[in-house]
């Protein structure tokens, strides 16, 4: 399978059904085992995910990139429950780039389907989603996906190698292997004797494992289900060097790029004379190329990281205008005009919104618009890469942070002209990903760069200004809400307009600009579209605002803004109705048991129906996102110098648990990561140009603003769901629906800081 | 040349007085616990202690610690026995991505140091210069709080500064 076939399955639906028949004999086939290499080192692979040495370490692949979500604890989990090695004593390795490595639950959240709609085409569509992840070897860390995707495999690679161990000593012992038991990382006899894994595991990695493995029922499981210690916590406590920027190779050079702060424009001129002038500098180069999206731009190589930085900013430079309107207000007058008079595709048309409408009397009209600006992802480690090509042009080694390893890899090895099996890819710790990781312009410019010095390792480290300045941004959106209420004050229709610039037109251009991308782009209207609220006439509208500034995956995508507007509107509507915010959800989620239980129960935890305490209000969000449940309650206080934020209670139904604690880490840096961006953050444009450029304009919630935050898992689900990013979603209008409880002020625009001041 | 004590390690770095420490840490002395992430003081992840005192090593040039002693989060462990901050860090399961941490941590030894059992304005005031983008700051608070109790526990150590 080779570029074009990888590339399509981008551009929406019918490409993906296109791509399966295809490559239908492509889903049967299984892909080769990276680890087969290690077999000459001492190290006996049995499948992707598992090896074992002989002498007894057994060392477990995660085949998804750590950026703080647990994956290199889960993963290894899930491995150890078949296994029957405690986790600590595993060996966790990050699995380097390798199609093996598909993801191909990720994939469904492509799908114009809600997470509700289990009909015949909804499903059909994720089952080739499934497979499509599969022959395009897309091996990637997003979509709240890692262990809902690992679940099987990973369970299936610890169950597979522990059985062909008991094989191996089943023929070595001529016993039968049903008269054979495995614990604590060794086979034992009947007679008691053990026989440690690593005895057999040269014998053992060269059976087939059989067929018909039946997997443990979790009634049985000793490890999962329960919470364990990270196993990358005391790298992590100790600062080891586990991180892209920590990369040290010997006579290794360091660079910085600065490309054109007007995103997408380019370099007119450019003049290095001083900056060659700083000792230390090694080279300042164009790293500018037409076509590209990220624009014009330079390089600077030095003897270190901070020379490099001073000598960028000693380049005489002139850049080019940007490829969108110059201000932040003409980009929201062209965002509002999409929305006012673009025609969208509708992801949910429910009944007959219009006849409704036209019918309605106009005192039972609720209308409001929201809108929300352009954010950053704000990674604590800043993007960087380093990259070596190989004296003879004929070898590519890439070390980086990485969520898309595989995507990564084939933008690389095209960039430096290297095959792509002559091309590896290590994946390092992410310090912080977001879903900025995802993108391939920091591993393309540290492939540029290292193009220029064959032989030499080059660590292009990016300053926090580059970073912040030139990211893939969560799309500024806009929304136009109308309810109908009843008799009973619960709508009866409802009609939602959403106009956003495309996530996935805005990636394709920067991925594959060879492929155009056509139809509608459910992601806009994702977390407004898919809410389990029935509503007999429900019209969403999903419209692209065509707007140039790069837009990218940023935790929760969609839901990140489509839950502020939509439970917004959901309280606005109670406070019309003079109903409960609480009553609302419940008559609206009447149909959704799984969703009545999470919000019962956050209303529950937050005493919500109990008298308010003087001074201090709540308010209640729900957003169903990547399969999981999500009710939060915020709580506010007046104060001197402005509003505090005290609690948030938060009741999560993601179906089967796999690991409590890492899950409530999850939901808790979801929760501070969406306050965060509604406390004061925003994007901003004047004459082309970002105006935050670091921590100092665009904050994020610090440890004496951070509330009390008490989460509680819930096992209702029949599906499993996702933990990185629901959490995100209900945050933001849970406290914008607080502060209108606290100061009777409605905020319709993010930031709120806009609107008023937190202590 | 500028002579400093890293980790308890005498160090000569043949660097300009201009360098910051982190960048003279990380690319020169290869000390890669401190992280950058700002460049402007306003993060707090590139945190170490200069003379015992919590300091942005972003920003504070190499010729301004000459004779100094410098302690990094690498530095706090003596052989495999972590520091009483690093375990409590442990025990309450508190780094997610972890690049904010080692900054962290440095800013909650500085702290212990100084304030044996602190409240928790304390921890805000001594501790609100240090962004963790994960959102960890309730386990941070926690784990704290935990090392506190443990230095009560036992006898007050001290931490070379």
């Not at chain 1, 207000?329 to 509002?336: H, L, S």
């Not at chain 1, 879903?435 to 030499?456: L, M, N, S």
Request: charged share 20%.
């Amino acid at each position: 399978m080779g570029k074009i076939l990888r590339r399509t399955f981008l551009i929406g639906t019918a490409a993906i059904a296109g791509g399966v028949a295809f490559g239908a004999y492509k889903v049967l086939e299984t892909p080769e085992n990276p680890l087969e290499a290690k077999r000459g080192s001492g190290e006996n692979p049995f499948n992707p995910y598992v090896t074992i040495t002989d002498n007894d370490v057994v060392s477990v692949y995660v085949p998804r990139s750590e950026m703080g979500q647990g994956v290199a604890t889960t993963l290894v989990a899930l491995v150890a429950e078949e296994l029957d090695v405690p986790v600590e004593r595993i060996r966790t390795l990050i699995a380097p780039a390798s199609d093996a490595y598909f993801n191909s639950t990720m994939m469904h959240e492509l799908v114009p389907f809600g997470h509700l709609d289990r009909g015949v085409l909804a499903q059909s569509s994720r089952a080739a989603t499934r497979a499509v992840g599969k022959i395009f070897g897309i091996q990637a860390t997003g979509g709240s996906s890692s262990t809902r995707d690992a679940f099987e495999p990973m369970r299936r690679a610890g169950a597979a190698a522990r059985e062909t161990l008991k094989l191996a000593a089943a023929e070595q012992f001529s016993i039968a292997v049903d008269r054979l038991s495995t614990a604590d990382g060794a086979v034992e006899l009947p007679d008691g004797t053990r026989l440690t894994y690593g005895s057999l595991a040269q014998a053992a990695s060269a059976l087939e494992p059989p067929t018909d493995i039946e997997l443990r029922d979790p009634s049985t499981w000793t490890v999962l289900g329960k919470s364990q210690p990270r196993t990358d916590m005391r790298a992590k406590v100790t600062g080891a060097p586990i991180f892209g920027m920590d990369v040290d190779l010997p006579d290794m050079l360091y660079a910085t790029i600065k490309m054109n702060p007007r995103l997408g424009g380019p370099m007119l001129s450019f003049n290095a004379r001083e900056a060659r002038k700083v000792r230390g500098v090694i080279d300042v180069i164009d790293i500018s190329r037409d076509g590209e999206p990220f624009g014009g731009g330079f390089a600077v190589v030095a003897q270190d990281t901070w020379t490099a930085f001073k000598a960028a900013e000693l380049v005489d430079v002139e850049w080019g205008e940007a490829p969108y309107p110059s201000t932040t207000d003409a980009i929201m007058e062209q965002i509002g005009d999409a929305l006012d008079n673009g025609s969208g595709f509708h992801p949910r048309n429910d009944g007959d919104v219009d006849t409704a409408f036209a019918d309605a009397r106009r005192d039972r009209v609720i209308e409001a618009r929201y809108q929300v600006p352009y954010l950053a992802h704000a990674t604590m480690e800043p993007m960087n890469a380093t990259a070596l090509l190989s004296a003879d042009g004929e070898r590519l080694d890439i070390w980086a942070g990485t969520q898309a390893p595989t995507i990564a890899l084939e933008d690389c090895a095209h960039e430096a002209g290297v095959a792509e099996e002559n091309t590896f890819v290590k994946i390092t710790y992410l310090g912080g990903g977001f879903g900025r990781r995802v993108e391939v312009d920091f591993v393309r410019y540290a492939t540029r760069i290292a193009k220029a010095f064959p032989g030499r390792p080059v660590k292009t480290v990016w300053s926090r200004e580059e970073d912040m300045t030139h990211d893939a941004y969560r799309p500024a959106a806009m929304s136009s809400w109308r309810a109908l209420l009843g008799d009973d004050g619960v709508p009866v229709a409802i009609d939602a307009r959403i106009a956003c610039p495309s996530i996935m037109k805005s990636a394709l251009d920067r991925f594959y600009p060879s492929l155009f991308a056509v139809g509608p782009d459910s992601s806009i209207a994702q977390g407004a579209y898919d809410q389990p609220y029935s509503v007999e006439n429900y019209r969403v509208s999903d419209i692209i605002a065509d707007v140039a500034v790069p837009v990218g995956i940023w935790r929760s995508v969609g839901n990140s803004y489509n839950g502020f507007f939509q439970e917004s509107f959901i309280d606005e509507c109670a406070h019309a109705a003079e109903m409960d915010p609480l009553d609302m959800r419940l008559a609206l989620m009447k149909d959704y048991p799984t969703a009545q239980a999470a919000i019962k129960k956050v209303a529950d935890m937050a005493r919500w129906s109990a008298p308010a305490t003087p001074g201090r209000a709540k308010g209640m969000a729900f957003t169903l996102s990547f399969g999981t449940w999500v009710a939060q309650v915020v709580e506010v206080e007046s104060r001197d110098d402005g509003i505090a934020i005290t609690n948030v209670w938060c009741a999560a139904d993601s179906g089967r648990v796999i690991d409590p604690g890492i899950c409530k880490a999850q939901l808790m840096s979801g929760i501070v990561f969406g306050l965060s961006s509604a406390l004061g953050q925003a994007i901003t444009f004047e004459d082309g140009m970002v105006q935050e450029t670091n921590f100092d304009t665009f904050d994020a919630m610090r440890i004496d603003q951070c509330p009390d935050i008490h989460i509680e898992l819930l096992e209702n689900a029949d599906h499993m769901g996702g933990m990185g990013e629901p959490g995100t979603p209900p945050s933001i209008p849970a406290l914008a629906n607080a502060i209108f409880a606290l100061t009777g002020e409605r905020v319709r625009s993010m930031p709120l800081s806009d609107s008023m001041d937190f202590v | 040349m500028i002579d400093l004590t890293i980790n308890g390690e005498e160090r000569s770095l043949d660097v300009d007085g201009e360098m910051p420490l982190l960048w003279a840490l990380r690319d020169v002395a290869k000390v890669k616990g401190p992280k950058f992430g700002c460049g402007i003081a306003a993060c707090g992840a590139c945190t170490v202690l200069v003379d015992g005192a919590p300091t942005r090593s972003c920003v504070t040039p190499m010729e301004t610690v000459e004779g100094a002693q410098i302690t990094t989060v690498d530095g706090l462990a003596v052989g495999e026995t972590l520091h009483r901050v690093q375990e409590a860090w442990i025990a309450e399961q508190v780094a997610q991505c972890g690049y904010c941490q080692s900054g962290q941590i440095m800013s909650a030894v500085a702290l212990l140091n100084e304030v044996p059992n602190p409240t928790d304005e304390d921890i805000d005031d001594a501790m609100s210069g240090n962004l963790c983008r994960c959102g960890t700051y309730p386990r941070i608070r926690a784990a704290i709080k935990r090392a506190a109790e443990q230095n009560s526990a036992v006898k007050p150590e001290t931490v070379e500064g």
